[in-house]
């Protein structure tokens, strides 16, 4: 059987539960719990890193000529790109400690309350309302202010 096969075959049991879920057939709440306990979208994401990891080496070793990142045949490009590289000091002590002593500073702690002065501000303009800047006396200009939503989620847990 062809891989094109099997994948489309789990793409439509897929489908069909969520068809059962939509359509009232299964409460969509049982199902959404029965697809989190399996695992099946760690599993997932798990399976596809393996053959990420696998198909960068064949192609790598195989397909992709030194010096190239991108390779091409009959049906696909497959393009290699280079990870990104992200820093963390938080086991470096001396990092630690200064971000400790930024946090006490009297101009640390003046920052939070005028962000923390915006966003009241911020959730009084949506409710109709408006705030006034104690020092400045005028109305507090939220126009700047960006907010990020995002979506709710639900958490399963097994009883």
């Given at each position: 059987?062809?891989?094109?096969?099997?994948i489309?075959?789990?793409?439509?049991?897929?489908?069909?539960?969520?068809?059962?879920?939509?359509s009232?057939?299964?409460?969509?709440?049982?199902?959404?719990?029965?697809?989190?306990?399996?695992f099946?979208?760690?599993?997932?994401?798990?399976?596809?890193?393996?053959?990420?990891?696998?198909?960068?080496?064949?192609?790598?070793?195989?397909?992709?000529?030194?010096?190239?990142?991108?390779?091409?045949?009959?049906?696909?490009?497959?393009?290699?790109?280079?990870?990104?590289?992200?820093?963390?000091?938080?086991?470096?002590?001396?990092?630690?400690?200064?971000?400790?002593?930024?946090?006490?500073s009297?101009?640390?702690?003046?920052?939070?309350?005028?962000?923390?002065?915006?966003?009241?501000?911020?959730?009084?303009?949506?409710?109709?309302?408006?705030?006034?800047?104690?020092?400045?006396g005028?109305?507090?200009?939220?126009?700047?202010?960006?907010?990020?939503?995002?979506?709710?989620?639900?958490?399963?847990?097994?009883?």
């Amino acid at each position: 059987m062809k891989i094109q096969n099997h994948i489309e075959q789990v793409r439509r049991s897929i489908e069909n539960l969520t068809e059962y879920a939509t359509s009232g057939d299964i409460q969509a709440h049982e199902a959404l719990a029965e697809i989190k306990q399996s695992f099946l979208d760690d599993f997932l994401k798990l399976e596809i890193k393996k053959i990420q990891d696998e198909s960068l080496q064949v192609l790598r070793d195989n397909f992709i000529e030194h010096g190239k990142k991108s390779y091409a045949d009959s049906n696909y490009r497959y393009t290699i790109r280079a990870g990104s590289t992200r820093y963390s000091f938080t086991a470096v002590e001396e990092v630690k400690k200064k971000k400790k002593d930024l946090e006490l500073s009297e101009q640390y702690k003046q920052l939070k309350a005028t962000e923390s002065k915006y966003k009241t501000a911020f959730i009084l303009k949506q409710k109709g309302q408006s705030i006034v800047d104690e020092d400045t006396g005028e109305i507090i200009d939220v126009s700047g202010v960006n907010v990020v939503y995002s979506s709710d989620s639900i958490t399963v847990k097994r009883l």
